[in-house]
């Protein structure tokens, strides 16, 4: 996906200013998770710090700075780009996993369950995207680097959707 920002790409100013974007809406968002779940410092600062890593470096930073056409990170913006995506995409892989540990203390077992799920979901695509750039993979079915970071992607974001769709019902008419 960072090659729709490199400098040859058409939409490259537009993809940047999705990124920066989104990211902002996810800072705002780390903010309410710590509030939420303030009474568990611990879970909060992590859960929290997730997500904010997230929009940090994969969003801002990689917004910021383009990553090259030829996905090689010959350029100092490249290589800022990659390192800071590849941080916050770590950071975001576990909050599948936080989310479901706050659900089970909440005593929330199915929904715990199902993040579970997820996060295992997004460790496996996570996985198959690491591999994929690797050159003893090239031109098996393990080559599909576009479709393994989207997924990956699916399955980190998975858990906003389902929480804000549950704040979304709770809230009276």
């Given at each position: ?152 992607l699916f399955f980190m974001y998975l858990p906003l959707v389902?929480d804000s769709l549950i704040i979304l019902i709770s809230v009276?008419?």
């Amino acid at each position: 996906m960072s090659i729709l920002g490199s400098p040859s790409s058409p939409v490259s100013s537009l993809y940047s200013v999705w990124l920066i974007v989104l990211s902002l809406i996810l800072s705002l968002s780390s903010f309410q998770y710590f509030s939420a779940l303030s009474e568990r410092t611990v879970l909060a600062v992590l859960t929290s710090g997730s997500i904010f890593l997230f929009a940090l470096g994969a969003g801002i930073l990689a917004g910021l700075f383009k990553a090259d056409a030829d996905d090689k990170m010959g350029t100092l913006s490249s290589r800022i780009h990659g390192y800071s995506s590849a941080i916050g995409f770590m950071a975001l892989l576990f909050f599948p996993l936080l989310r479901s540990a706050a659900m089970f203390e909440d005593r929330h077992f199915m929904l715990g369950a199902s993040y579970l799920t997820v996060f295992l979901f997004a460790l496996l695509f996570f996985i198959l995207f690491i591999m994929s750039d690797k050159e003893q993979y090239k031109g098996t079915c393990i080559d599909r680097e576009g479709t393994w970071e989207r997924l990956t992607l699916f399955f980190m974001y998975l858990p906003l959707v389902v929480d804000s769709l549950i704040i979304l019902i709770s809230v009276p008419a």
